[in-house]
């Protein structure tokens, strides 16, 4: 029983992987950090974040974002002064993931008050792989755990100046993982959810009110394990829900000021339930205890000349859980802070925005004394992409 238990607290852990939501994806002004994404109107990926946006795009957008993220986890392990290497450390390791990301974004007005959008592509998750030869092997040696989304949307034109909007998520996730104690096969789930947002536009400032409803995904995994009698195994992966407020001010014909504060409502999941075989009782429940997430933008868009216009942004989120004895090898989680700088220009009726972002994860403390693993993580993420508006 022992055994069970502990392998399914391995499991339960990849849930935490959506802790990090792949916002770059979805960015539409690329290259401000995502600030003033739900006022944004030159490019349809600004339908994902708020939908009401779609009734000051005109007749017609169409968005492709590309995107490749490059991932670096390291892990440094605590020396134990109560074994028998005397304090020597156990096992450090390093994971590096690169992957790519595509979405694909289209508004279209169907009548004078009314347009409608199509938005499709990657909302988050993660792939790690740290090898058997570190000290949280037992935890984790490689991951895969990732989500895509389609979102349907309608906007409504109420004035000239106030929109509003309404739409559908419907989310397919996928998990596959593998451990020093067992491998999974590759699992998928749909879920569903729904998102809405208001407007107001005036000429020189706007401001955006946006919701996204939480996706649930239940994930039933066939096991291959050293562990007796555990063939399968159950758990969730969690996506919050998420209030967006964007505004925009412009200085002056040249220089656009942007922001946006967003929560995540990460406290809705103090834990996770876990079933094994099947079983409709969970013999372990993992504690997670998350806070909510906030999180804050700036960016500036300025207009350089007729041809190409510079962005720049920051963003920094709040950590949804401080205590190591809480965090896991998978994803650790932490205060985040991200840098960003980007240009657009145009080529005939085609808009080409380019951008690139650093985030700095920072350090995370880990106690986890059940699988020996006493450390810390540092992490960071390279972003480069383009967005394609035509």
Do not use: C
Request: hydrophobic share 40%; proline share 3%.
């Amino acid at each position: 029983m022992r055994k069970t238990a502990l392998a399914l607290l391995i499991f339960s852990n990849l849930a935490n992987a959506s802790g990090t939501l792949m916002q770059e994806a979805t960015y539409a002004n690329a290259g401000a950090a995502g600030a003033g994404d739900g006022v944004y109107t030159e490019t349809a990926t600004a339908a994902y974040t708020n939908p009401a946006t779609m009734s000051h795009m005109g007749q017609s957008k169409t968005t492709v974002n590309a995107m490749v993220l490059d991932l670096h986890m390291d892990y440094t392990d605590t020396p134990d002064q109560n074994n028998g290497n005397l304090g020597k450390a156990q096992g450090d390791a390093s994971a590096h993931t690169v992957m790519p990301s595509i979405g694909i974004f289209h508004v279209t007005q169907l009548n004078e008050d009314v347009h409608l959008g199509l938005m499709f592509g990657s909302i988050g998750g993660t792939a790690v792989e740290y090898g058997t030869d570190w000290e949280g092997a037992i935890g984790l040696d490689e991951a895969l755990v990732t989500a895509v989304q389609f979102n349907p949307a309608l906007s409504f034109k109420v004035t000239d100046k106030v929109s509003i909007g309404i739409g559908a998520q419907l989310n397919y996730g996928i998990l596959e993982a593998k451990t020093s104690t067992l491998e999974t096969d590759l699992d998928g789930d749909f879920a569903w959810g729904f998102n809405a947002g208001a407007m107001y536009q005036e000429d020189d400032w706007a401001v955006g009110l946006s919701y996204r409803s939480k996706l649930e995904h239940e994930f039933d995994v066939d096991v291959t394990s050293n562990v007796d009698r555990l063939n399968t195994l159950s758990t969730d992966l969690i996506f919050p829900t998420i209030v967006d407020l964007s505004g925009s001010y412009n200085l002056n014909p040249q220089l656009a000021l942007l922001g946006s504060v967003q929560w995540h409502k990460w406290s809705d999941y103090p834990e996770t339930p876990l079933y094994a075989n099947g079983s409709d009782s969970a013999p372990v429940a993992v504690d997670r205890d998350w806070d909510d997430v906030w999180k804050f933008a700036i960016g500036t868009d300025y207009q350089l000349n007729a041809k190409w216009a510079l962005k720049a942004g920051f963003s920094y989120e709040t950590s949804p859980q401080d205590d190591p004895t809480k965090q896991w090898v998978d994803l650790p989680v932490g205060e985040q802070y991200r840098y960003s700088v980007g240009a657009s220009t145009h080529w005939d009726d085609v808009r080409i925005d380019m951008f690139y972002e650093f985030a700095d994860l920072g350090t995370v403390d880990i106690e986890r004394t059940n699988v020996d693993v006493t450390g810390s993580f540092d992490g960071h993420i390279h972003f480069i992409g383009a967005n394609i508006t035509f």
